[in-house]
C-alpha cells in the first residue's frame, strides 16, 4: 500500500515502552551469561557499602557491555540507561553515566591489585582460545590527550606533535588476534621502557602454556630484552635499526643470495654481528629488494635501487622465511586500530592514571570476549568481521519487550535484514554449556 501522507502530517508520540535499539544484541547478553562472566566479575572482591545500589561487578559488567556495543566515551552510556534489554541483563536497573567516572576513580584509589586481577581475568577469558604454542607479538602505540591527565607527556606523537600522550605497551597472540597484555605508560616512555619487565608479567599470567615464538620491531631491543628470551628458549624475530657500523658490515658482503626474481628482485645473506650494547655476537639477517620496472629487458641494479632491512634473531631459518614470518607481524596494526576504532582505547576516561589503565584494561577485556564470541558461535564468515561492522549488521535492530503468559518475549523489528544469520548464531549460543 502506498503512502500519500506526508511526513509532516505524522503525528508524533513519545510512548513506546520497554523499547531498545539494541535488540539485536541479545545473542551477545546471553553468550555472555553463558560463559558465567558476572561471577568472574564477582569474584574480584571489589565490595562497596553494604547499602550501595549497584555492586562493583555490575558496574564493571555495564562498562564491558557499553564498550561492546559502541560507547567512545562515557557519557554515551545515557543512552544505554533505559534500554529495557540492557536493564533486564544487569537486573532491572542501570547506573547513571556520572557514576561510572566516580567508580573508576574509587577503584583506583580503593583496589590497587585490581589491575592484576583485571589481567588474571582476562587470561581465564582468553584460554580456551589460544593455541597450543602461542607468537607473542610487541607493538605500542601513542594516545593523544586533550587535558592536563595524570601522568601524560609530551612524547612522539606522529598524529598531533607536542600533545601530551599516553604510550601505552601491547602484546597480543598473533594466531588468535587476541590481547595478552596492556600496559598504560607516559607519552615520553620509549617503546622498549620497561618491557622486559611487562614480559615476565605474561609469562607470569601464562603460567605453563608455551611461547614458542616472538616478533617485535626495532623499537624493542637490548642486552636484556634478547637474554630474556633466549634464557627461556624462545625463538625471536625482531627489526633491528639500520645504523652506519651495520651498513659497514653489510657492505663486505660480496655473495648475496636471491630468493625472488620476478617484479622484485630479494636477496638475502647472513652474518654474525655484534652491536656496541650487546654482551655477546648474534644472527642477523639482512634482506635487500629493488623493484625492476623495465619488463622484459634485463637492467644492472644499482646500489641506490636496493631497500635493506635487518633482522636480529636465535632462529636458523632461511633469511626469506624469517622475513616473510616477520611481515605476518602486520597484522598486529590491525588489532590495535580495531581496539581504538571499535573499542575507543583512545579515549582517555578520567584524569586519573590508575583509573585510565583500569578503563584501558576492561576495553581490551571487551575486546577479548568479543573475539571469543565470534570464535564459539559465528560462522566462518561472520568471524573476519569488525566490531563497527557487527553492530550494524547484527546489533543494531529495534525491539520491544512484552511479558505475556507468564514470559518475557523480545520482539525485533519483523523486517530484521539478517534475520536468518542472527537465528544460527542464537541456536549455537543457546547450545553452549
Same mark, same amino acid.
Given at each position: 500500500? $502506498?503512502?500519500?501522507?506526508?511526513?509532516?502530517?505524522?503525528?508524533?508520540?513519545?510512548?513506546?515502552?520497554?523499547?531498545?535499539?539494541?535488540? #539485536?544484541?541479545?545473542?551477545?547478553?546471553?553468550?555472555?551469561?553463558?560463559?558465567?562472566?558476572?561471577?568472574?566479575?564477582?569474584?574480584?572482591?571489589?565490595?562497596?557499602?553494604?547499602?550501595?545500589?549497584?555492586?562493583?561487578?555490575?558496574?564493571?559488567?555495564?562498562?564491558?557491555?557499553? =564498550?561492546?556495543?559502541?560507547?567512545?566515551?562515557?557519557?554515551?552510556?545515557?543512552?544505554?540507561?533505559?534500554?529495557?534489554?540492557?536493564? /533486564?541483563?544487569? #537486573?532491572?536497573?542501570?547506573?547513571?553515566?556520572?557514576?561510572?567516572?566516580?567508580?573508576?576513580? /574509587?577503584?583506583?584509589?580503593?583496589?590497587?591489585?585490581?589491575?592484576?586481577?583485571?589481567? $588474571?581475568?582476562?587470561?581465564?577469558?582468553?584460554?580456551?582460545?589460544?593455541?597450543?604454542?602461542?607468537?607473542?607479538?610487541?607493538?605500542?602505540?601513542?594516545?593523544?590527550?586533550?587535558?592536563?591527565?595524570?601522568?601524560?607527556?609530551?612524547?612522539?606523537?606522529?598524529?598531533?606533535?607536542?600533545?601530551?600522550?599516553?604510550?601505552?605497551?601491547?602484546?597480543?597472540?598473533?594466531?588468535?588476534?587476541?590481547?595478552?597484555?596492556?600496559?598504560?605508560?607516559?607519552?615520553?616512555?620509549?617503546?622498549?621502557?620497561?618491557?622486559?619487565?611487562?614480559?615476565?608479567?605474561?609469562?607470569?599470567?601464562?603460567?605453563?602454556?608455551?611461547?614458542?615464538?616472538?616478533?617485535?620491531?626495532?623499537?624493542?631491543?637490548?642486552?636484556?630484552?634478547?637474554?630474556? =628470551?633466549?634464557?627461556?628458549?624462545?625463538?625471536?624475530?625482531?627489526?633491528?635499526?639500520?645504523?652506519?657500523?651495520?651498513?659497514?658490515?653489510?657492505? /663486505?658482503?660480496?655473495?648475496?643470495?636471491?630468493?625472488?626474481?620476478?617484479?622484485?628482485?630479494?636477496?638475502?645473506?647472513?652474518?654474525?654481528?655484534?652491536?656496541?650494547?650487546?654482551?655477546?655476537?648474534?644472527?642477523?639477517?639482512?634482506?635487500?629488494?629493488?623493484?625492476?620496472?623495465?619488463?622484459?629487458?634485463?637492467?644492472?641494479?644499482?646500489?641506490?635501487?636496493?631497500?635493506?632491512?635487518?633482522?636480529?634473531?636465535?632462529?636458523? =631459518?632461511?633469511?626469506?622465511?624469517?622475513?616473510?614470518?616477520?611481515?605476518?607481524?602486520?597484522?598486529?596494526? !590491525?588489532?590495535?586500530?580495531?581496539?581504538?576504532?571499535?573499542?575507543?582505547?583512545?579515549?582517555?576516561?578520567?584524569?586519573?592514571?590508575?583509573? !585510565?589503565?583500569?578503563?584501558?584494561?576492561? $576495553?581490551?577485556?571487551?575486546?577479548?570476549?568479543?573475539?571469543?564470541?565470534? /570464535?564459539?558461535?559465528?560462522?566462518?564468515?561472520?568471524?573476519?568481521?569488525?566490531?563497527?561492522?557487527?553492530?550494524?549488521?547484527?546489533?543494531?535492530?529495534?525491539?520491544?519487550?512484552?511479558?505475556?503468559?507468564?514470559?518475557?518475549?523480545?520482539?525485533?523489528?519483523?523486517?530484521?535484514?539478517?534475520?536468518?544469520?542472527?537465528?544460527?548464531?542464537?541456536?549455537?549460543?543457546?547450545?553452549?554449556?
Amino acid at each position: 500500500m $502506498k503512502s500519500t501522507t506526508p511526513v509532516s502530517k505524522i503525528k508524533t508520540e513519545f510512548t513506546l515502552q520497554n523499547a531498545s535499539n539494541v535488540g #539485536g544484541s541479545k545473542i551477545l547478553l546471553e553468550y555472555l551469561e553463558k560463559i558465567k562472566l558476572g561471577k568472574a566479575l564477582q569474584n574480584l572482591n571489589c565490595t562497596k557499602q553494604g547499602n550501595s545500589l549497584f555492586p562493583v561487578f555490575r558496574i564493571l559488567l555495564y562498562l564491558i557491555v557499553g =564498550w561492546i556495543l559502541g560507547c567512545e566515551r562515557l557519557f554515551h552510556f545515557r543512552r544505554l540507561q533505559h534500554d529495557a534489554l540492557i536493564r /533486564r541483563f544487569l #537486573g532491572g536497573r542501570c547506573p547513571h553515566h556520572t557514576l561510572l567516572y566516580k567508580e573508576l576513580d /574509587r577503584l583506583s584509589k580503593t583496589r590497587p591489585t585490581l589491575t592484576l586481577d583485571l589481567r $588474571k581475568l582476562n587470561q581465564q577469558i582468553i584460554a580456551p582460545c589460544l593455541p597450543s604454542e602461542l607468537i607473542v607479538d610487541l607493538d605500542s602505540t601513542v594516545e593523544t590527550v586533550y587535558g592536563h591527565q595524570e601522568g601524560a607527556a609530551v612524547g612522539t606523537n606522529p598524529h598531533k606533535p607536542g600533545r601530551k600522550s599516553y604510550h601505552p605497551l601491547m602484546a597480543f597472540e598473533g594466531q588468535s588476534r587476541l590481547c595478552l597484555n596492556a600496559v598504560l605508560r607516559a607519552g615520553n616512555t620509549h617503546a622498549s621502557t620497561d618491557a622486559a619487565a611487562f614480559l615476565r608479567q605474561i609469562f607470569e599470567l601464562l603460567g605453563d602454556r608455551p611461547v614458542k615464538y616472538a616478533r617485535f620491531d626495532k623499537g624493542f631491543g637490548g642486552e636484556d630484552f634478547y637474554s630474556l =628470551w633466549e634464557a627461556k628458549r624462545i625463538g625471536y624475530v625482531g627489526k633491528l635499526k639500520w645504523t652506519q657500523r651495520l651498513q659497514a658490515e653489510v657492505g /663486505r658482503c660480496r655473495y648475496w643470495k636471491r630468493f625472488v626474481d620476478e617484479d622484485w628482485v630479494i636477496e638475502g645473506i647472513t652474518l654474525i654481528y655484534q652491536a656496541t650494547s650487546w654482551k655477546k655476537p648474534r644472527r642477523v639477517v639482512v634482506i635487500r629488494k629493488a623493484q625492476v620496472f623495465d619488463g622484459d629487458q634485463a637492467r644492472l641494479l644499482l646500489d641506490t635501487d636496493w631497500h635493506y632491512e635487518a633482522i636480529v634473531t636465535n632462529l636458523e =631459518w632461511e633469511p626469506i622465511d624469517l622475513w616473510r614470518f616477520y611481515n605476518q607481524r602486520c597484522c598486529m596494526e !590491525n588489532y590495535i586500530k580495531e581496539a581504538k576504532r571499535g573499542f575507543s582505547i583512545d579515549r582517555i576516561a578520567t584524569g586519573d592514571f590508575t583509573a !585510565n589503565e583500569i578503563d584501558l584494561l576492561i $576495553k581490551l577485556l571487551a575486546y577479548n570476549l568479543y573475539e571469543r564470541f565470534k /570464535r564459539d558461535c559465528c560462522e566462518p564468515v561472520h568471524q573476519g568481521y569488525t566490531i563497527a561492522r557487527f553492530r550494524l549488521e547484527f546489533f543494531h535492530c529495534a525491539a520491544t519487550m512484552i511479558q505475556h503468559s507468564r514470559q518475557v518475549v523480545l520482539k525485533l523489528a519483523k523486517d530484521f535484514a539478517n534475520r536468518c544469520a542472527w537465528q544460527r548464531i542464537a541456536a549455537k549460543v543457546a547450545a553452549l554449556e
